[in-house]
């Protein structure tokens, strides 16, 4: 393994540091035994979900993650880690985590940061468990449109039934002034 010189390891913390400012969810994993297949397997399939999967030393993530969110579990960076970093949809790289360490690959979820706030393994596993964001956004539409459109119809039922009165009465009315047969 080469030495990086000091313009590239500022160059790696600069990068680091961009990403996790703008990231929604970051996970700090163990990949120790994780070969380069199944590691390309890995970032191919967080990059399709707009998520990233970087390893580095530690002494660079704990120094890229000052000043951002993720500086709250910069102790945490020890061992053979990788971060995996989710800018949109948390949801996301979430399931292709969890899917990933379920399918008996090298992979461990030790820790996350959602939105600033550190969770464990067990709730990146339930984040996982969400519907995806697109999902999520069409249920709240249909929720949305559901509200206006039982709105119409209530209002639209009151001139309905106020017509069915009157007609009531008019027939009744009616019959009632009618002159009687002999």
Same mark, same amino acid.
């Given at each position: 393994?080469?030495?990086?010189?000091?313009?590239? @390891?500022?160059?790696?913390?600069?990068?680091?540091? /961009?990403?996790?400012? *703008?990231?929604? +969810?970051? %996970? &700090?994993?163990?990949?120790?035994?994780?070969?380069?297949?199944?590691?390309?397997?890995?970032?191919?399939?967080?990059?399709?979900?707009?998520?990233?999967?970087?390893?580095?030393?530690?002494?660079?993530?704990?120094?890229?993650?000052?000043?951002?969110?993720?500086?709250?579990?910069?102790?945490?960076?020890?061992?053979?880690?990788?971060?995996?970093?989710?800018?949109?949809?948390?949801?996301?790289?979430? @399931?292709?985590?969890?899917?990933?360490?379920?399918? /008996?690959?090298?992979? *461990?979820?030790? +820790?996350? %940061? &959602?939105?600033?706030?550190?969770?464990?393994?067990?709730?990146?596993?339930?984040?996982?468990?969400?519907?995806?964001?697109?999902?999520?956004?069409?249920?709240?539409?249909?929720?949305?449109?559901?509200?206006?459109?039982?709105?119409v119809r209530v209002l639209a039922g009151?001139?309905?039934?106020?017509?069915?009165?009157?007609?009531?009465?008019?027939?009744?009315?009616?019959?009632?002034?009618?002159?009687?047969?002999?």
């Open positions: 393994m080469r030495t990086l010189r000091l313009e590239e @390891k500022q160059q790696i913390v600069e990068d680091l540091h /961009g990403r996790f400012a *703008k990231a929604s +969810l970051v %996970v &700090l994993t163990e990949y120790k035994g994780l070969n380069v297949a199944e590691a390309s397997d890995l970032r191919r399939r967080l990059r399709q979900a707009g998520a990233d999967f970087k390893v580095a030393k530690n002494t660079l993530l704990a120094r890229a993650a000052e000043g951002t969110p993720v500086e709250g579990v910069r102790v945490e960076f020890q061992g053979p880690g990788a971060v995996a970093i989710g800018y949109a949809d948390p949801v996301a790289p979430a @399931k292709i985590l969890t899917q990933f360490a379920d399918e /008996g690959k090298k992979l *461990k979820i030790r +820790l996350a %940061v &959602l939105d600033g706030r550190r969770i464990g393994p067990e709730e990146v596993k339930a984040l996982a468990e969400l519907p995806s964001r697109e999902v999520l956004l069409a249920q709240a539409l249909a929720a949305m449109a559901a509200v206006p459109a039982s709105f009151v001139p309905r039934s106020l017509l069915t009165v009157l007609q009531a009465i008019g027939e009744t009315k009616g019959a009632a002034g009618a002159p009687a047969a002999a």
